[in-house]
Nanobody, 126 residues
Framework: QVQLVESGGGLVQAGGSLRLSCSAS????????MGWFRQAPGKDREFVAG????????AYGNSVRGRFTISRDNAKKTTYLQMSSLKFEDTAAYYC???????????????????WGQGTQVTVSS
């Protein structure tokens, strides 16, 4: 069983930056696809970014590509989401997710992920 804990959310002005972290415990972190999703009030959960187990393969949602960067440190069992040039529409609860180790799948799909964190709120003021 993998437990995920997000941190780093908060209030930031438009144009600013934040870095989210997702710490994993239990299970096998190194073989898992890791992803970030977000959900704004009244909207569906949206794919933000994903990263393969080696860290060399990444994917981004259209709305964040070029502004957000996902990375991971397998030794620390931590995944990061560096967010820059933040916009008001980036305001949402951000969730970290992990697939079952070595299970494969598309990082874009919520169905790939078995484990989810509780979320961290990011609020961007305009």
């Amino acid at each position: 069983q993998v437990q995920l804990v997000e941190s780093g959310g908060g209030l930031v002005q438009a144009g600013g930056s934040l870095r989210l972290s997702c710490s994993a415990s239990g299970g096998t972190f190194g073989g898992s696809i890791m992803g970030w999703f977000r959900q704004a009030p009244g909207k569906d959960r949206e794919f933000v970014a994903g990263i393969g187990w080696r860290g060399s393969s990444t994917a981004y949602g259209n709305s964040v590509r070029g502004r957000f960067t996902i990375s991971r440190d397998n030794a620390k069992k931590t995944t990061y989401l560096q967010m820059s040039s933040l916009k008001f529409e980036d305001t949402a609860a951000y969730y970290c997710a992990a697939s079952e180790a070595w299970s494969g799948g598309s990082s874009y799909s919520q169905g790939t992920y078995r484990y989810w964190g509780q979320g961290t709120q990011v609020t961007v003021s305009s």
